[in-house]
């Protein structure tokens, strides 16, 4: 069975200061990763995904992934942080054998941005 | 836009109660999920569903079940509600694609925010 660890609870970063959020997965064969947002009292917002191909993925709202596999990685990444970007954010890994498309999150990194 | 939509933001039920939670999706997703979010633990999968009347359980099945009647909507059902129910919980939906591989991201509602006193 997979599972992901993002070994980050808590982060606190300065407005403008670039953002790096750690995800390591477990998992036998090739995965399908996926980070979300969710900022408070909302539901989960995609931000990206990795399939297949190139490892680094582009995503919304200027965050960007990069797909490691000999660290059994998929680190998130902003250059510029936003105050608009404080919310928690979750890995998200899927099995490429699963016929339903079951996910298994991470616990989530909560970033705080300050001024 | 994919837009799924629960019945309610936010809920308080008495202990024994049984309780509905209602997700609908407009996007004729065939997978739909429930999950429940608490501090520290992130998402956890109580029970999925991938074709009407067709229902799995996840991780954490005991004291819920759930139901689909109708491809667009998934229900989950607390059949007789404790204390240690309270939580967010998350409806989620997807697609599958062309070769029929369940390998598409889930859409989320907005959660509601059960309370159970």
């Known amino acids: 069975a997979q599972s992901v660890t993002q070994p980050d609870i808590h982060i606190t970063v300065s407005e403008g200061a670039s953002l790096e959020l750690r995800c390591n997965y477990s998992?036998?064969?090739?995965?399908?990763l996926f980070w979300y947002v969710q900022s408070p009292g909302q539901g989960l917002q995609l931000l990206l995904k990795y399939f297949s191909g190139d490892t680094l993925v582009q995503g919304i709202k200027g965050f960007e992934a990069e797909f490691k596999r000999s660290q059994s990685s998929f680190n998130l990444r902003k250059p510029s942080v936003h105050w608009s970007d404080a919310a928690e954010y979750f890995c998200a890994v899927g099995a490429t054998t699963d016929s339903w498309g079951k996910l298994q999150f991470g616990a989530g990194t909560q970033v705080v941005v300050t001024p | 836009d994919v837009k799924v939509t629960q019945s309610s933001r936010y809920l308080v039920k008495r202990t024994g109660e049984k309780v509905f939670l209602e997700c609908v999706q407009d996007?004729?997703?065939?997978?739909m999920f429930w999950y429940r979010q608490d501090p520290g633990l992130g998402l956890r999968l109580i029970y999925f569903?991938?074709?009407?009347?067709?229902?799995e359980k996840g991780d954490i099945p005991e004291g819920y079940s759930v139901s689909r009647e109708k491809k667009e909507r998934f229900s989950l059902i607390l059949e007789s509600a404790s204390t240690n129910q309270t939580s967010m919980y998350l409806c989620a939906s997807s697609s599958r694609d062309l070769n029929g591989y369940s390998n598409q991201p889930q859409h989320f509602g907005d959660g509601t925010r059960l309370s159970i006193l």
């Open positions: 996007m004729d997703h065939e997978n």
């Open positions: 998992y036998g064969a090739t995965p399908y």
């Open positions: 569903s991938y074709d009407v009347k067709m229902k």
